[in-house]
Nanobody, 117 residues
Framework: QVQVEESGGGLVQAGGSLRLSCAAS????????IGWYRQVPGKQRELVAT???????NYADSVKGRFTISVDYAKTTGYLQMNSLKPEDTAVYYC???????????WGQGTQVTVSS
């Protein structure tokens, strides 16, 4: 069984930075891809950024140039570096780790990011 733990959320002022971590443990696991999502009350969960084992990345237009997704494959840990944070970035952020084995993926528990003006 794979266990995923998110960390790094918190309260920051606009213009500040946070780094979110998404660590998998508990079994042999190889990351094929990572997605970071965020959700605010009353809205659909939004895809923020993805990275594949090929190294390709994609970002939502709203975070391009400010957020950077990365992964440490040896540590089976994904990261989301968030710079120049804006109040509209306030949300619960979720990571999704896709196993190299087809059809297997694992969600983090979510971490709250709050950006004050």
């Amino acid at each position: 069984q794979v266990q995923v733990e998110e960390s790094g959320g918190g309260l920051v002022q606009a213009g500040g930075s946070l780094r979110l971590s998404c660590a998998a443990s508990g079994s042999t696991f190889s990351i094929a891809a990572i997605g970071w999502y965020r959700q605010v009350p009353g809205k659909q969960r939004e895809l923020v950024a993805t990275i594949s084992r090929r190294g390709s990345t994609n970002y939502a237009d709203s975070v391009k140039g400010r957020f950077t997704i990365s992964v440490d494959y040896a540590k089976t840990t994904g990261y989301l570096q968030m710079n120049s944070l804006k109040p509209e970035d306030t949300a619960v952020y979720y990571c999704n780790l896709q196993d190299i084995r087809p059809g297997r993926y694992y969600w983090g528990q979510g971490t709250q990011v709050t950006v004050s003006s």
